[in-house]
Every structure is written in structure tokens, then in C-alpha cells.
């Protein structure tokens, strides 16, 4: 694990000195005079020779962090402010249009239907086509890659595009979609981009480390400039997208969030739509008496309800995904006609929403941010009983129905528009889920408000003053608590108070939100998680609070013992064996198999790449040749033609680049992915696909599931029935052929013979690239530890030792087992024997003193004849 | 390191299952009988029957978190509020005193004076006598708790009793200090008891690793309960006591602080202070137009001089203790006469506040909490030549003076409480710099703003609506400046939300905060960090930001490359010669000298006890018994005596701790620690004391710099000077004594001869503890990432290791030498031969080569005889 990351951190900082060098050492000579030379002759060229050094000097800043996150924060406000003019447009665009027609009620429909359906249909169209990596939230995506795992195509130029423009038009068709989701993934390619463009002027841009902690500040850059909230956008990031958070990466993401927001709110005042900066959907509550002490249950009631009502929305989203997969015959339809399904999602919800219809009893009319307005309004909109009955104005109108009751209309819309959100959020076009969310919440705490303020007309509160009930205030504790229940995250209550400017509500506020956390947490995954399972992204799942097993369920209980390995002294035969027998991607390099020491870890590609090198038609073309020469010549003896050839085949990697090289534009199109399968096999070797688990070989060549070397280097297939599993075939690789008919001379019984020969010489492992340090766990870490290191480093297999014997691997899968039966009350499955040999105290360390001495005898054996050790241990019943 | 933690977990984890079991198999059904027995007589016998039940119940929940939080939340708020009472009645007295006596200015003086100066010297005294450990902040420190290191005392009862009471009486004097710091301290202890307490009822209280998250989210209670600021308390804990923080800790702080927030407000409404729950220090200020996008510039300017500011108070502070220390005269004096020194400055400040004298110029009269309360005022104090002149009402009028300028006290007032606020930080009482910071921040933007409203009376903005400027906004504002530079922390900016009960300075706030936090972190380190540098706790020094040249260093650069080892077949001598030639605290186990395959790492502690225990005179008399014995009677071999004497003792951990128990009681009193070194020794076994590196051999029994292992086991010194060396030398340990007199009749001659043999003998390490996996990093692994692991798991040091084999070994001090050398500009000390062998291209690579080949080289010599190796290399010159 860590030698690979270093290795390229070496790699890169040597490359990077060595530029730098060369930067500072000769740039300046020889551009300085040719520019002088060029501008002495002009009048003003000591102006002109200062301009330039501060071009050189503000190049070299360039490099800075702060300069990055300035740079980012602009364009992500630039970027949020011009999207917020378009979706503002065209929302505006479409009431002109149903304003205009009023005369006629079909016209009406018409327009008021085709609108969005056009607009999403030409959103999910364009997203398809560009880049279909851009679909959807985008924050699991995050979350996946700054676990360290890389989807490359999903910080490129185009899906940049492709989310922008399929953003605006998907939030431009009113319906129920958020933009905070994308907005995370729109930073974090303003990032990558960012970094890239940056990188030409020279700089630590190509640092991955450094990009990742980027990417980290970019998710706050994201919230903070979609909400103008900073502090909630930075807490929000790291509830989202991270398990452990550096704290010095803290500061990162509230300055570039902070300077977005700013610039954000800025751009609005000069854009004259406000007079100074101030909150998004500011409320003016009453600051001396907020709320009473006695409210506190119906807040709590809030929190309870908003915490089921996430966990629901959570569920219901997962099914309609899951149900559009399953149906096959939907399935094949949707794939088919792929653009049917956000047509008809947007016809039936426009449908619905028509005012004129369904609409007027469900605020209808009203877009997403006037519906946010005038659930947050500081007036009680609920009949009182006393002569001074509230006057609906403006916007507000649309709540009001003459033949119904405002809690009508509230219970209508917030039913309506959660199924309505749940299924619009799985229509394929960029689009979050907070934002409807967030509206549901406000409806339901407006309603529990509206109904307080029936109840005690008057106020609770008994003492002089007439305290009346603000069911605003009630409507900003359920968005907060709702929207906290989805994403099980604590930071909606920040970004509530950031979004409507007052923090009086906070108590209520906190306590629903930790209450909705609490039990939305406890029935289902957030809305984030979820999505990352139904993807099959790679993942961990969070620890449960209080469930006290996974301190007693520890590594020697869930490792895989039975692992293959590659000793220092075997021979090709075995590596060919080991690569039969198993699918493991890291294969553990041992001393040899008695001692078991382990040394390093070798990717499975290393050891196919070590085989097929070894056995490739150019080298055994190069042995008759040799062998040739030899027969007319001077003739040595046999084993040290054989051993010169190996040493010349290997002699390294300044070598092999110079043969690869040629090969690079036939294998382009080979690393295509498979449908399943979403993750970029560039890096990351494990292939997180399903289908790779299955008994039909997996046609994704990345994998490496098939055994096939094809794809590394030229030579022909080991297997027999290799066409069947290779879907590319070995005649794809020109070079081969090539050779082939160059020089191949041999039958194919003398091939045969040859390689045999071949399989049983000794491996040279000096060619390959062995991570000299992987992650080691000893067999009595508790799960828990288990699971906090491999969230900190990201790792996603690690060996376990004892006293430098290998003696098990536990990767992902194993803790993802163990975590979930622990999680879900089934009991992990701690195999029966080790459970019960647990119990009997100290044989934790019997164990480790056995280990010890067999390896001290073992020495004392080999290097010490003199002094007989304890030959007859009454301890010799355990396995070797 | 690993092994060392998880070792103990896994104890743990058994000790608790079989506890556990035993819990649910066998405690019901032996109580359930007899107390139905004895309840089914009374009346409502179903009532108590479910009472029990109920209990039972409560009883098994006490082991969740949740219930933890909630008592944590509420014990916290309860001490928080009755210690703000009292805090509040001690200075009413004063006040009343103080008002009282206005006849005699003499005998008002007396009574001003005086009475600060007994409370804070009975402050001090009591808490030297009662718990040294409780004087300061407690940030710190709890900073390096939670980074793994055990401070034992820290967390006590008495020093709890000792920092309560004591920072109760320091508060009431009067004195500009603050009880955050103090807080989060007492928060951790409180956590620690009640962890202790619930342990008696069972449950998971006494793991480790769940420990320290509990301190974390105590830490967050701790400055939530103080402010009233859940989420401020939530994120100032986070940045100021961790590196790397996990997030599924987050919502157990938030839950735990919002629960004591919640407590800590609801008792003032309960007891009549307020009407409502509400923000501590709450502002009115308008929410329309709260500040204009033009008085950023003067927000930007508070920003950075705060930033100066903070800076300057940290030095100032530090400056303070140094010379008190450094100042050898004087620092013998307060040794003596501990408590003159905070009588002194007690006498000096409160001389210096005394209202009818200079006090006059500085509002001496007012208390901390009434100080935030004026400068957070809604009005504009300064004349601004219109006919509603300001009138001074209630406690306002302190800062008026009738021959003085408002801007005069102003600045008088900051200038006065710098000093006096860096002097009185310094008293050894249970104090907290964050409140006298925050007043003082407070009243600097008071000034600024101040002088904006006289400077544009009628506001900056040319619209149709005069908005007046809010110099109240300014204090905010400077406050959470100038707090947070000198903490180095963005969430300032929250607390200050929460505590004024207003976000609509969010903007200015956070634009104010960053600048201040980017210039104080060029200057300085924060002032916990300057402590902790201080009081000289191991701690890590941050990385810098856009210090590129960490990424340029790499481990092999600054790693200990001649390092002692411990072979696996060597003999007592060599541990003997190994102990003699380094300090090292862990010394790494290689298979041989020649391989040096690290195999894991064995404590200096234990192999002090293998040699002890080998050549213990208990050894040596079963030796001598043995031998008559086998004279008298069947005489076997000598070695095969030899070893069976050697498997009886060290047969293993069973056998050791009743060896070792009696001895207990008699070495009670050696762990005693050494002035200077405040870490108690009893697991980390690093003494980070300064005394340690001198020539002089430390008096500290603990720091094992002293060879003689009188501490752990009974045997006589093998230094001839050891009693120069051990101050408590050898006759301290009654058992040795005991054994010399009952049976041993050897001459010191044959004493030295049995020694002498002894150490030829291998080593049996089969009684030792051995950590067998101890960190591993490569040569190639920048500075960076050694950093982050190095923060993320708590490590103090690691080996580097080359596929297998030891090469060197980096720890706390290598990597703090390197990141404060390159964050000072003066560079790493780069080893001029290596940094210019890495210049050259793929030379990592080849090295690597090269060390594979060797091992590859040896097995084939060893293993495989009958196929020659390449024998004569050309790269043979590579050091072994």
C-alpha cells in the first residue's frame, strides 16, 4: 500500500526537483535578456521590467494554496451565481408562459407540462451523450474517491459540462430537485481542473496527496457557494464525504468556502437584487423570546417524525431504483428507449402540480425557493379566532384555497411532493435530493407549528407578556431535522441557521436534528450510502454506536487463512499456480514456505506480467538464437546461456518501457470497463463489479480475472479454453504476430518443451515492483481498531502477522461481512472453534510464545548445532 | 505499537465476555429469588416487580453511549451553573464590599484589593497542596492525552475537586482570566470519573480506545457547557485537541454538548434569571441591513491587526514564564514562597483596576461578563455632534469619564488587559486565557467601530435609507478575531454566534477570523501549542501550508540509520552491550545480523528484564540447589540442568506476577516523578524530560536512562558505579536482601564466574512480550505522509524496513527536527551525500534491486545449491 502511493510520491518529488532546478537555474538566463533586448527600446521599459517581475512573481506564487483556493472559490461562486440567473430564467420563462395563456385552461396544461418535460428530457439526453458519469448527486462519488479510490472520468472537462448544463436545465423545469449534491461534484471538477490548468505555470499540482486534500476543501467550496453558507457547507462535506477528517485541512475548506460565499452574495448585491449581504432565505423572527421551554416536545415530535419520515425517503428512493433494475422487462424497455422514463416522471409530476388542477391543494404554483419563502413567513397563517384574520399576500396566496383548510393543503403537498421527490431524484440527470428534502421538512414543521398555534391562540406561555407561537420558526426546525434524517448528517442545523440568518431557534433546532439523526440513523443507511450500494461503489460500512460485539469479534476471527503466497525461491511452476488458484489482487511475498516471514506484497499483475515475460515468444526466440550462435561458436555450457538470458530479458525497467512503448496505441481500446462496473481500472486493481464474483468469466479485461496476460505483453494464452475467456483474443496484439512470423521456428511440441523447461527454473523477482512494506495487523486487533485503520489509510487489504510470520489477509470484504452481521443483529460469524478456544484465558499469548519458539528453535537448529534446544516440547500439537 | 494496544483490547475483550457471561448467566437468578421473596409479601407487589424490572433494565443500558452522553452532559451543566453562581456571588460580594465602604477611600482600596488577593491565593495554594496537576488551562494537556500519551494524574478526583474549587475562587477574584481552558479540563475528568463510576454496573467503561472517544466528546461538553455554544464547543474542541478526527465521534459530542448546552440554560430559566432560553450575551442588532458591503475593509483591518495581536499575546506570554524561569534568583525565590507570586500580581492588577484610581480610565469596575455585555451594546457611544446625545445608562457609565475621551479608555483599556491578561495567565491557578482574550478582541473592535461611527455619522451607504454604523458588530467581530488567532481556531467565529444569539455578521466574522488565523499562524504557534512546547509534552509539530519542500524530503533523509537491534539467536551478552549502547525505548527484533528481517520490536523495559531475570540471585540460588542437588543424587548433564532451570523461570507470564506481586508494595514508591518531567511513567515509557539528555544520570527511576533494574526486579547492579547512578540504590528492595541473606553463601568471585557464564547463553525470549507488528514505513516515504500516519495513529516511532529488512528507524524527535527545520526556512539537514545521490535517476529503484538480489542471492546459496547464482555481481559494493 504504501510502498506503491511513495513510490510515485518519490518519483514525483525527484522529477519535481529536478524541474524546479532547471527552472530557477536556466529559464530566467536566457529569457531575461531577449526580453530586455526587446524592451529597452520602448519609452516606458523600467515599467515594462517591473510588470514582468511581477508576472514572475505572481507565477510563482501560483503555487500557493491560498492562491488555488481563491481562484476556486471564485469560479464555483462565478459558476453558482450564472446558474442561479439561468434556473432563475427559466422558472420565470415558464410563469410567463402559463401567466400569458390564462384564457384557455389546455393551453395552459400544455404549456405548463411540455416545458419541464422538454427540459428534462433534453437534460438527460445531453448528459447521456457528453458524459453519463454527470447523472445523479455526485456526493457518493465523492465520497468514494476521497476514500483514495480513483473514477477518473468523473473529474473531467466534459462531465464538467455535461453537469453544469444538465443542472440548469433539470432545476430550470421546477421540479422537485436540489442542486447541493451536484454542486459538491461541480467543485470538486472546478478542483481537478483547477489543479490541471494550474499545473502548466509549474507547482505541486500533480501531487495526489495534495489533490485529495483539494478535492476535501473543494466539497466545502461546493455546499458553501450553493447555500452562501460556509461553516455549514465545510461541516456538511466532511459528514458527507469523509470518515476521518485532517484538521488541517479544516481551515482550507472554511476559507475557500467562505470566500465563494462571499463572492456569491457579493455578485447578488452588485447585481442590485439586494441592497447588502445578508442570509438566503433570511426570517426575522422575534430575538427577546423565540420560543417557550414548554414548546420543546413538539420540536422533539419534529425530530422523531422527520427521523422516520428520512429513513422512509431513504427506503422508498432505494426501491423505485431497485425496482426499475429488477423488472427486466422495464428494464430492457428504459434501456431501450432511455430518454421514456424522465419524460413520462416529468409528465406525471407536472401533471400533477398543474394549479389550475390537482395543484391549487398543493401550493402548485409555487417554485421550489417561493415555497421555501413562505413556509419560513413569520405570520400564522392559521385562522385564530380573533377579528384581525390573517391577510394572505402576494406569494403567500398560493397556500390559501377557499374551499379547503390550510393544514389540507399542507398534508396534501408534503405527501405529494415526498413521493414526488423520491422518484424525481432517481430520474438520470444531475440532481440532489437535499433541497426537496428541505421543503418536505419545512411543510412538515410549518404544519406541526401552524397546529400549535391553533391549539394555544394565545401562546403557551402564561406570565404578562402574550408570547404567540411563530410556526416559521417551527418550519426551520423541521427543514433542518429532515434533511438532517436523509443524509444523517448533525451540520444541517448550521446550514439552517446560515440560510435564514437568525441562530435564536438553535436549542430546538439541535435537539431535532439529533433526534431525527437517532432514529433515521438506526433503520436505514443516508441517502449517500445507500446510493453508493445500490452503484457498488467500494465501501465500509460505518461502525454502529453501542454495539459492543465489535470489541469482542477480533482479526483472527474473520482473516482468511488459507492464502496463497509467493516464497523468494520457488520456481515459475509455482507463480503459475498460485495464479490458478486463486483471485486475490496483492499476493504476499514470504522468505519461504517453513518460515513464512513475510517480506512485501507483489501485485497479481507483477506476477502475470513476471510469467508471461518469461515465457514470451521473444525470449524463447532469443534462447534458439543464442542457442544458434552457441552451436556455431565458442559454446558454453548450457545453464549460463540460460541464466545470461534472464539476466538481459530482466535487466529492468529502463529496459521495458522502450518494448512497451510500441504496444500503447494497439491496447488503447483494451482498458474499456465493463457496464457494471463504474470504477476506472487505471489504479485501482480491484475491481469493485459484482460480476466478477460470478462463475461467467468477466468480459472486463481490468479485472484481471481471467488469466489471460494478453493485455500486459505479448505471448500466447496458457490455458487452452483461453478464447472463451479472453473475448479479445491473442491475435489482437500486432507485435506477436509479428514475431511470430519473424522467427518462429519451433514446433509447437518443441514450444511445449521449452516452456516446461522454462516453469522450472527459479523466478527472478528483480524486475518486479514489490510494495517493500505492506500494512501488517496483528491476529488479536479488535474489529474495531481494524475498521478505524482501514478508514484512516484507506487501505483495502492488509496482511496479518505474528512476529513476522504471515498467518492471514483480511481485505474490505471480510470487514464488510463482519461489520454488517454485526450490524444487522444476525451475529458475526466467528467460526465456532476459535470462538470457544477464546474463552479459556491467556491463549492469546500461549499462542504468540509457541510462534516464537518454534522460529527460535528453527534458529537455534540451523545456526547453533552446538547447544541442544528443547527438542520434545510438549507443544508441538500446533499447526505449522 | 499495535501489538502493544491491541494486546491489551484483546484482554480486555475476553475479560469482558467471560464477565459478561458470567453477568447474564449467574447474577439474575441468584438475586431475582430473594428479592421477589422479600417484595411479594407487601402490597403492590407488581409494582415493585416491574420497578425491578424497569431497574434491571436501566441497569444493561448503562452501557451505551447515549446514557454516558446524557450524564456526562448533565453533571457538566450542573457544575457549569453552580459554579457560575457561585462565581457571580463571589463577585457581588466584592462588589457590595467594594460599594459599601465609599465613605474611606483607603479602607475601599483595602477591601478591593484584598479580597482578590486571599481568593486567589487561597486558589493557589489549595491547588498546589491538593493537585498540581490542575493549575493552568488543561488544553494542552488533554491535547496530549488524546493523542495516546498517559498523563495519569491528570484525570483524577482530587485534581478534579482541586481544579473546581480552585478555578471557582481564581474567577471570583476578579482577575482577567477565563474558564474555558479549565472547562474542557474538568469536562475530560468528569467523563473519566463517570466512566469509572459506571464500570461498577458494568459495561464496556474500561477500554482504551472507547475512552479516549469519550474524552473527545467531554472535551466538546466541556466548551459547550461554558458558552452555551454546542457547535462551537463541538468544532474549538475538535481544532484545538486533535490532528485527525473521526466523524462518527462528531455527533457524540454534538449530542453530549447540546445536552449540557440545553441543561445549563434551562437551570437559569428555572431559577428565574431569564424568561426564555436564550443566547449568554445576546445582541439586538438589526437584522435589514446588518452591516454594509463598504466597512469590509475596516472588518479585513480588525482581522489582521487581531491577527498581530494574537500573535504578540502569545509571545508576550511565553516570554513571561520564561524568564520566571530562566531567571534563576527569582525562580529559587518563588520556589520558596509559591504563593507570593500570585499574590503579587493579583496586588498589582487589582491596584491597577481600582476604580476611583487609575481604574477610572479602564472601566476598572466592571466584571468580565458586564465588560462583554457594554461592549456588545447596541448603541454608538462616541459624540457624534447631533442633539440626541447618548446617555449613559446602568452599567454603562463606567466607561464614560468626564475628562476622557470614550476612544481614550478604549485604548487604555486594551492596552492595560493585554498585559495584564498575558501576566495573570500565568499565575499557577486553574485558569483559561480565551474569556480575557475574547474581552479584549471585544473592546479593540469596539474602538475600531467606534471610530468608523464617528467617522461616518451617518453611515457609509448613499441610499435612500440612512443606515447608522453598528460599532457593537465591530466588538463581535474583534472578539472572535482576536480569540481566534491566538487559539488558531476558525470556530470562534461559531461561538461567537451562539453567544450573541445573531449570525448576521457571519460575513465580516468569518472574513475577520481567517485573516487573523493566516497571519497568527505565520507568527506563532497557538497558545496550547506554546504550553505544550513549554511544558515539554511530546507533541508533533503541524505541517506548514505550502511548504513544499516537505514533499521533497523523504524518510530516508532523516532516519536513524545505526540503529541496535536485538537478534533472535543472541545471547544475554549481546542484550547486555545493546542496553549499554543505546537509549533506545523500543529496540527492533531481526531474525540474525545477517538477514535483519524485522520480526517485531521488544520494549527496553522487557529485555532489562530478561537480563535481570537470568542472572537474578533467585536464579542463581535454584542454580546452586540444583547443582548439590544433582551432586548428591542422579547427576545429570549440566546443560541439560542448565535448561531446565531456564524453561522453570521463564516459563512464562503465569508464573511472573506472583513473583512479582509482593514486590508491590515495597516499590510503591519508587514511580515517583522527576520535577521536570510532568508525564507520568506508568505506559510511556518515553520520558520526554529534558533531564534526561544531559550527562548527569536522571534521578527518575522511571526513565530507565539508569541501567540498574532495581526498579522492576531484585538483582544486584552490573555497573560498578551504579550507586552514583541509582540515587535509591540497591538495599531499597527487601526481597533481594532477604534472598542474599537466606541462602546466597557464593563469593562475589564465583558470583562474576556464574555471571559470566550466564551471559553466553541464548536467549530465551519466550517470557518476553514482544509487539509483533510494529509500524513500518519504506525509505521512500515523503515527510508528508510520514506526518499524517504518524498523527493519524498516534505513533512515537517506526521502522523502515526494505522488503523485510531493518534499515532504520524514524521517530517523534526525527520527524519534529525535520518539519521545525523546514518550517524555519533554515532546511532539513538533508545528508549531503544522500541528497545528491537522489538526483540521480532511478536510483531508488535500483536499490531496491539490489536488496531483493542479495536475499534472493542467499536462498539460493542456502537452499538451492544445485543451480549456481550470478556469484560474482557487479553490484557487490552495496553496504550490508
Known sequence: MYGRYTQDLGTFAKDEAARLRLQEGDTPRPRRPSELLEYTQGRCAPCRVCALQCQRFLIS???????????????????????????????????????????????????????????????????????????????????????????????????????????????????????????????????????????????????????????????????????????????????????????????????????????????????????????????????????????????????????????????????????????????????????????????????????????????????????LVTLFDNQTWAKQGLSDEFEYLGILEAWRHPRSNIFVTLVVFILMKFWMSALATTIPVPCGAFMPVFVIGAAFGRLVGESMAAWFPDGIHTDSNIYRIVPGGYAVVGAAALSGAVTHTVSTAVIVFELTGQISHILPVMIAVILANAVAQSLQPSLYDSIIRIKKLPYLPELGWGHHEKYNVRVEDIMVRDIRYVTLNCKYRDLQQVLHSTKMKNLPLVESAESMILLGSIERTQVGALLSNHLSPHRRLLTLRQKVLSEDGHRPSDSSIRFQISTETSSGTPARPALRKPLKPALKRVPRRCDQCPVEQSRYLTCPCAACTLPVPCPCPACMCCLHPCHSLPMPCLQPACTACCPQGCSNTPLLQEEMILGDKMTPAEILEWEEQQLDQLVDFSSAKIDPAPFQLVEHTSLHKTHTIFSLLGLDHAFVTSIGRLVGMVSLKELRKAIEGSLTGKGVKVRPPLASFRDSTASTTEADTTALRQLWDRHQHHHMPREAGPGGDDDDDTPK
Open 61 to 371: 506564487k501560483v503555487g500557493e494554496d491560498w492562491v488555488f483556493l481563491i481562484l476556486l472559490g471564485l469560479v464555483m461562486a462565478l459558476v453558482s451565481w450564472a446558474m442561479d440567473f439561468a434556473i432563475a430564467t427559466c422558472l420565470q420563462a415558464q410563469k410567463w408562459m402559463y401567466g400569458g395563456l390564462d384564457t384557455n385552461v389546455l393551453l395552459q396544461y400544455m404549456a405548463w407540462v411540455t416545458y419541464p418535460t422538454v427540459l428534462i428530457t433534453f437534460s438527460a439526453g445531453f448528459t447521456q451523450i457528453l458524459a453519463p458519469q454527470a447523472v445523479g448527486s455526485g456526493i457518493p462519488e465523492m465520497k468514494t474517491i476521497l476514500r483514495g479510490v480513483v473514477l477518473k472520468e468523473y473529474l473531467t472537462l466534459k462531465t464538467f459540462v455535461a453537469k453544469v448544463i444538465g443542472l440548469t436545465c433539470a432545476l430550470g423545469s421546477g421540479m422537485p430537485l436540489g442542486k447541493e449534491g451536484p454542486f459538491v461534484h461541480i467543485a470538486s471538477m472546478c478542483a481537478a481542473l483547477l489543479s490541471r490548468f494550474l499545473s502548466l505555470f509549474g507547482g505541486f499540482y500533480e501531487n495526489e496527496a495534495r489533490n485529495i486534500e483539494m478535492l476535501a476543501a473543494a466539497c466545502a467550496v461546493g455546499v458553501g457557494c450553493c447555500f452562501a453558507a460556509p461553516i455549514g457547507g465545510v461541516l456538511f462535506s466532511i459528514e458527507v464525504t469523509s470518515t476521518f477528517f485532517a484538521v488541517r485541512n479544516y481551515w482550507r475548506g472554511f476559507f475557500a468556502a467562505t470566500f465563494s460565499a462571499f463572492i456569491f452574495r457579493v455578485l447578488a448585491v452588485w447585481n442590485k437584487d439586494e441592497e447588502t449581504i445578508t442570509a438566503l432565505f433570511k426570517t426575522r423572527f422575534r430575538l427577546d423570546f423565540p420560543f417557550d421551554l414548554q414548546e420543546l416536545p413538539a420540536f422533539a415530535v419534529i425530530g422523531i417524525a422527520s427521523g422516520f419520515g428520512g429513513a422512509l425517503f431513504v427506503y422508498l428512493n432505494r426501491k423505485i431504483v431497485q425496482f426499475m433494475r429488477r423488472q427486466k422487462t422495464i428494464n430492457r424497455f428504459l434501456m431501450k428507449k432511455r430518454l421514456l422514463f424522465p419524460a413520462l416522471v416529468t409528465l406525471i409530476i407536472s401533471t400533477l402540480t398543474f394549479p389550475p388542477g390537482f395543484g391549487q391543494f398543493m401550493a402548485g404554483q409555487l417554485t421550489q425557493k417561493d415555497t
